[in-house]
């Protein structure tokens, strides 16, 4: 059963948005929620077949996403889904639906959720960071194996780690993410573009609510 990608994005926007109900409000600041998504490789293939994917050709079919995720799964949540028509065609059989795991949520964060005025998307890959740092160093060389990353060091360098599990994975967030901080700290763009994050999703642009001149979606 194919899956609706409306549906998988609209379920992971969703979570990101109840991120931002965290958010202690802040006057002048956003509220903003963000999820950090590691597809499964069916995923990855359906959504190349659409047509609707500007691939760079690391989507292809000896990508061993398969491998990153039975590596990774015991550690983060599984995010399970059906199709629409699927629910409905269970619902006509009177039968429990196939519901099917998409993939892992890697991390969720959201505005100020770390301390200082921090972000939700930075404060997503922080938080990926750190976890991945607190993996153990067997599972650590495991994933820069299944990525075909090469790594000399025989302790496992927790940023390339990092590095490898976000190239690919999908951010989502409740809005674009900023290009320009009036307080000097780095952009949440400048902190995606640092990443090798696969894709981002979001909900609204920056400008839509602010009125800036925001320019992350056009960074991208
Ligand atoms: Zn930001």
């Given at each position: 059963m194919s899956l609706d990608f409306q549906d998988l994005h609209a379920t992971l926007l969703n979570l990101a948005l109840a991120e931002s109900y965290k958010c202690v409000p802040s006057p002048g600041a956003f509220s903003v929620g963000s999820v950090i998504f590691l597809p499964r490789?069916?995923?990855t293939k359906q959504l190349d077949a659409s047509g609707n994917s500007r691939t760079d050709g690391t989507e292809d079919a000896s990508d061993p996403l398969d491998?990153?995720?039975a590596l990774l799964e015991s550690f983060f949540p599984t995010?399970?889904?059906a199709s629409t028509a699927e629910l409905e065609q269970a619902a006509g059989r009177q039968e429990e639906p196939n519901i099917e795991v998409q993939g892992l949520i890697l991390s969720a964060s959201y505005s100020r959720a770390l301390e200082g005025n921090t972000h939700a998307e930075a404060n997503a890959l922080t938080l990926l960071e750190q976890k991945i740092s607190?993996?153990?160093a067997q599972l650590?060389?495991?994933?820069?194996?299944a990525t075909g990353v090469q790594s000399e060091d025989p302790g496992a360098s927790p940023g390339a780690?990092?590095?490898?599990i976000l190239s690919r994975a999908w951010m989502y967030a409740t809005m674009e993410p900023c290009s320009r901080?009036?307080?000097g700290l780095r952009s949440c763009t400048d902190a995606i573009l640092a990443s090798s994050l696969k894709r981002v999703y979001i909900v609204s642009n920056e400008s839509f609510h602010a009125g800036r001149d925001s320019h992350g979606i056009s960074d991208f």
């Amino acid at each position: 059963m194919s899956l609706d990608f409306q549906d998988l994005h609209a379920t992971l926007l969703n979570l990101a948005l109840a991120e931002s109900y965290k958010c202690v409000p802040s006057p002048g600041a956003f509220s903003v929620g963000s999820v950090i998504f590691l597809p499964r490789s069916p995923v990855t293939k359906q959504l190349d077949a659409s047509g609707n994917s500007r691939t760079d050709g690391t989507e292809d079919a000896s990508d061993p996403l398969d491998e990153l995720y039975a590596l990774l799964e015991s550690f983060f949540p599984t995010l399970r889904l059906a199709s629409t028509a699927e629910l409905e065609q269970a619902a006509g059989r009177q039968e429990e639906p196939n519901i099917e795991v998409q993939g892992l949520i890697l991390s969720a964060s959201y505005s100020r959720a770390l301390e200082g005025n921090t972000h939700a998307e930075a404060n997503a890959l922080t938080l990926l960071e750190q976890k991945i740092s607190s993996l153990p160093a067997q599972l650590q060389h495991s994933v820069l194996a299944a990525t075909g990353v090469q790594s000399e060091d025989p302790g496992a360098s927790p940023g390339a780690v990092y590095q490898a599990i976000l190239s690919r994975a999908w951010m989502y967030a409740t809005m674009e993410p900023c290009s320009r901080r009036t307080s000097g700290l780095r952009s949440c763009t400048d902190a995606i573009l640092a990443s090798s994050l696969k894709r981002v999703y979001i909900v609204s642009n920056e400008s839509f609510h602010a009125g800036r001149d925001s320019h992350g979606i056009s960074d991208f």
